[in-house]
């Protein structure tokens, strides 16, 4: 019985359940290069994506990029911009 309590009592413990709402307000292609000698990148793309996730700004960055030997990769940022009210920094809200 002391199993079983403990079993129930971990996995409330380690079970997570999350609701936010979340809304894409703008995306953008920033750049586009399409030969690039000094970093060996054949195509590079960004996006900017200006999301509110529970009445919150977020400010997300995607870059893609192919390879000149055959490789490439994706890359992701995340930041959360703030705002002076009050003479205190606090997040800036959509």
């Known amino acids: 019985m002391k ?6 009592i971990a996995s409330l413990i380690f079970c997570n359940v999350g609701f936010a ?3 894409i307000i703008s995306q953008t292609m920033v ?3 399409k030969k690039s000698t000094t970093t060996g990148d ?4 960004f996006w900017v994506y200006n999301l509110c996730v529970d009445n919150y700004k ?6 893609i990029y ?12 995340m930041v959360q911009p703030y705002e002076e ?6 997040p800036a809200k959509c």
């Open 3 to 8: 199993k079983l309590i403990g079993i129930v």
């Open 21 to 23: 709402t979340t809304e």
């Open 31 to 33: 750049k586009k290069l």
């Open 42 to 45: 054949k195509d590079k793309k």
């Open 58 to 63: 977020f400010l997300v960055v995607r870059d």
């Open 66 to 77: 192919v390879s000149l030997k055959g490789g490439g990769g994706t890359s992701l940022s």
């Open 85 to 90: 009210r009050d003479g205190k920094s606090l």
